[in-house]
């Protein structure tokens, strides 16, 4: 009987580099599952009110790491907190874990049904001066904002506002204007006080 050549296919088994990577990082995600475990109220732990979850999760983002370690703490109705370290669980420090735990009140508050924001948002940078220049509109005048390329891409709409600033821009940065366009409800700003970007309605 003539034997049949052993053909490969499109999956093959991992190999010992492939396994010996795949221990390293199932180890360290369970030192850091441990560490977390050990630095939380430990009766939330009881009878799994809370869940501890950790894995690796790649970075889609090209500013930050390839690869982030995600912790999560899971509560019944949808309460609890992720938050990552931006490293591969083997890199992690039972310091960075530390730095990141939520204060023990908000343990409290998840366990009982409250869904509090941690981690915190930043603090808003300071505002620093409005800049010292006079503009061409005031509030109240009807402008048209270009909103698109093109002769068709400009919208008419009333200055609600003079050098808007969003809560989270650098210090010292403002928009000249604040504009609400006809039929919409939300708001847009100028980020330029001249005729390319605002100008006065004809």
Known sequence: MTGVPFMKGPFSLPSKEAKEAEKKKRAAIARVKKWV???MPPEYLEDRKC???VSEV???DPNC???DTIVRLIFPNECGTVFGVPCEAH???EEDILSMMPPDEYFAKWAAGEKAEW??????PDPGEIPDVELRFKVGDRVQCCIARGPDGWAPGVVVSLWYRAPMWPTGQYAPYQIKLDGHDSLIFAPQDKDNCIKACP
């Open 91 to 93: 890199e992690v420090e």
């Open 37 to 39: 475990e050990q630095h």
């Open 65 to 67: 790491a390839p690869i």
């Open 119 to 124: 981690p915190l948002p930043p603090e808003p």
């Open 58 to 60: 790649q970075c889609g």
């Open 51 to 53: 869940v501890v979850d």
